[in-house]
C-alpha cells in the first residue's frame, strides 16, 4: 500500500502521525499534551500538524519513513504506534528522517558504517517540541537525542 504524501505542513509545525486506533481516548489525550505551548514558561506556540487518518493504521516505521522522506524540511517524524497508545506516559516513536548516511564511502567511513546512528527513540508528548525544534535547528543531533532516551531507565526522552 501506497501511503499518501503529507501536504500542508507548516515547516515549523512538529509532524506526529498516528498509525493506531485502538484507543481514541488515549490519542485525544497526546493531542492535548502536544497542543500545550512549550519553554520554561510556555513561552512557545505549539506548532504541530497531527496526521489522523486510518490509511496509515498499522504501517511499520519504515513506511513511515519512507512516506515523509520527500519533505526536505523535515528532520524527525514522530509516530503514535501501539506501543504510545498503551503506555501510561504515551511516548511517542521519533524516527530520523535524515538520510545523509545512506552513501558513505567505506574507504573513509567505515567506523560509522559499523557502527549506525540511532534512527529512533521513544520521547514523551510533552519533548516533542524540543526535540524538533532543535533538530530542525541544527542545534542537536538525532544520536544526541536517543542517547538520552536510552540513559533513562524507562528508554523514554522526558521533556529537557
Known sequence: MVLPEIVGRDAFAALIIRTDYADETAWQMIVAEVSQPSGA???YEARVHLVDDPVWAGSTPAAVRAAV???????VVFVADR???Q????PLLALNISDEDKDLDPMYYQELIDSPPAQEFRTTPGAVHDVHANLSLANLDFDGFAEAALADSEGILRPL
Open 83 to 85: 506501543t504510545t497508545m
Open 87 to 90: 503506555s501510561a506516559q504515551h
Open 69 to 75: 522522506r520527500q519533505d526536505d524540511q523535515l528532520s
Open 41 to 43: 514558561g510556555g513561552e
